[in-house]
Every structure is written in structure tokens, then in C-alpha cells.
């Protein structure tokens, strides 16, 4: 595997390292020897499988407060869709700032999303078929959100979401005194 710091601290993309002929290839797309060597979360407990149907649909912002904060691993496996993630760790130096960055089963690139981060996608195309791997369960209680257009945070999406749920729809912008800086504490 090729880890490709993100410019937010301790995120990153993760490309295969093919290894193949004419008949194909092989590549590992998890080694925990390997996330463990770059310092990684190595120990997944779940591995989710989303389908969205419509290009321009957005699911997110969504991050979990400890226990079970939760690190993810994002790969799509059929279409095209835009991940983005926000830096919520109020000591880091890339506090509030985003990054995006296109996963497809084309390129087979992989988004880590470590604790502490809001995470997004965006479909690209219709029939978006992305699967996770997540270090802690789904708690919904400790579940929570921000508005994906925010103007605190900024996120430049390469295209306007046409379709997202209701929940989604009704996270509130990052405001200090709602989430603080003690409940982001409680994201790590």
C-alpha cells in the first residue's frame, strides 16, 4: 500500500500497490502490519456497505463522540464519488480546514479518516457503491454533525448536492458555544 499524507494532520490516501501481469493484478487493500507501521489504526470491528442511487447525493458531515469515536477507512467500489473530511480537534494546527478528494472504483484509492474528523461523500454518478471500514461501532447516541455548507468551515464541493436526508439537512453550522471546544475534546 502507498500512504499519501493528506494536508490535514494524520489523515490520509491510500493507493494499492498493484502487483500483476497480463492476467491482472493483486493488491492488499488492508495489512495491519502496515497501518500499524505508519502509525495507524490497525484494529476494525465493522465493515459497512453503502449504495446511493443518484449523482449529486450527499451523505455527512458525520463524526461520534468518544467511546465511540470512530476511524474510518473509505473505499468506492462502483462509480465515483467526492470524500471530504473536516479537522474538528481543537488542538490541531488544521483546526476547522477540509479536505476532498475523489474516490472511484477506477482509481481504487482509499481515504483514511482518522478520530477527531467530520466525514462526507458526494456522488459523482449514479449507483455510488462505497464500503468502510470503521474502528468502533454505530452509536447513535454519541452521533453528531455539522451543515455540509457551513460557511465556518468552507468546504468547496466540485458539485452542488441536489438530494440529502432530512437528518443531514439539519445539522447546524459549527457554532463554539454548541459544539465547543470540550465536546470536540471527546472526539479522540
Not at 458525520?62 to 488542538?91: F, M
Not at 479536505?99 to 466525514?119: C, D, I, K, Q, W
Not at 474502528?135 to 468547496?156: C, K, M
Amino acid at each position: 500500500m502507498i500512504f499519501t499524507p493528506t494536508p490535514l494532520a494524520g489523515a490520509y490516501l491510500i493507493d494499492l500497490e498493484k502487483r500483476g501481469d497480463d492476467r491482472g493484478f493483486f493488491a492488499r487493500m488492508f495489512c495491519a502490519k502496515e497501518f500499524a507501521n505508519q502509525g495507524l489504526e490497525s484494529n476494525f470491528v465493522q465493515m459497512n456497505n453503502s449504495l446511493t442511487a443518484k449523482a449529486g447525493t450527499l451523505r455527512g458531515l458525520h463524526y461520534q463522540l468518544t467511546p465511540n469515536a470512530e476511524v474510518k477507512v473509505v473505499r468506492c467500489v462502483r462509480g465515483s464519488l467526492w470524500d471530504a473530511i473536516v479537522d474538528l480537534r481543537p488542538d490541531s494546527p488544521t483546526f476547522l480546514e477540509w479536505f476532498g478528494a475523489e474516490l472511484s472504483a477506477e482509481n481504487r484509492t482509499m481515504m483514511y479518516v482518522p478520530h477527531g474528523f467530520a466525514h462526507a461523500i458526494l456522488t459523482l454518478t449514479d449507483d455510488v457503491e462505497a464500503v468502510y471500514m470503521v474502528s468502533n461501532e454505530y452509536a447513535p447516541q454519541h452521533e453528531r454533525g455539522l451543515r455540509w455548507d457551513d460557511p465556518a468551515i468552507g468546504v468547496e464541493w466540485p458539485i452542488s448536492p441536489i438530494e440529502l436526508s432530512a437528518k443531514d439537512a439539519a445539522w447546524p453550522d459549527f457554532d463554539r458555544e454548541f459544539h465547543g471546544v470540550e465536546h470536540l475534546r471527546n472526539l479522540v
